[in-house]
Nanobody, 125 residues
Framework: QVQLVESGGDLVQPGGSLKLSCAAS????????IGWFRQTSEKEREGVSC????????YYGTFVKGRFTISRDDDKNTFYLQMTSLRPDDTGVYFC??????????????????RGKGTLVTVSS
């Protein structure tokens, strides 16, 4: 049984940083496309970042503007989202997901095969 569990969500002040983690079981992440998505008050299941297993490309949503970094630790079967310069409009539930994409572009939540339940990030003073 595949399970993805997010952690690291918290309340942080504007300009602050957070690191989210996604621990996977039942699926070898090194063979899969991985990604982070979010649901905010404005958008549902918006693509934040992903790494494609198709060709190794990394993608970020246009709103990221160099503030976030996706990474992976295949030995731990875990991947991460380091977020800096957080803004109030980054507030939302962040979901991790993984799947066997057949194409490079991977910022499609519904194209993933497995998804976590989410972790809440609140950016507020």
């Amino acid at each position: 049984q595949v399970q993805l569990v997010e952690s690291g969500g918290d309340l942080v002040q504007p300009g602050g940083s957070l690191k989210l983690s996604c621990a996977a079981s039942g699926v070898p992440l090194e063979s899969y496309t991985i990604g982070w998505f979010r649901q905010t008050s404005e958008k549902e299941r918006e693509g934040v970042s992903c790494i494609s297993n198709h060709d190794g490309s990394t993608y970020y949503g246009t709103f990221v503007k160099g503030r976030f970094t996706i990474s992976r630790d295949d030995d731990k079967n875990t991947f991460y989202l380091q977020m800096t310069s957080l803004r109030p409009d980054d507030t939302g539930v962040y979901f991790c997901a993984t799947g066997t994409y057949g194409t490079s572009w991977c910022l499609n939540y519904y194209g993933m095969d497995y998804r976590g339940k989410g972790t809440l990030v609140t950016v507020s003073s």
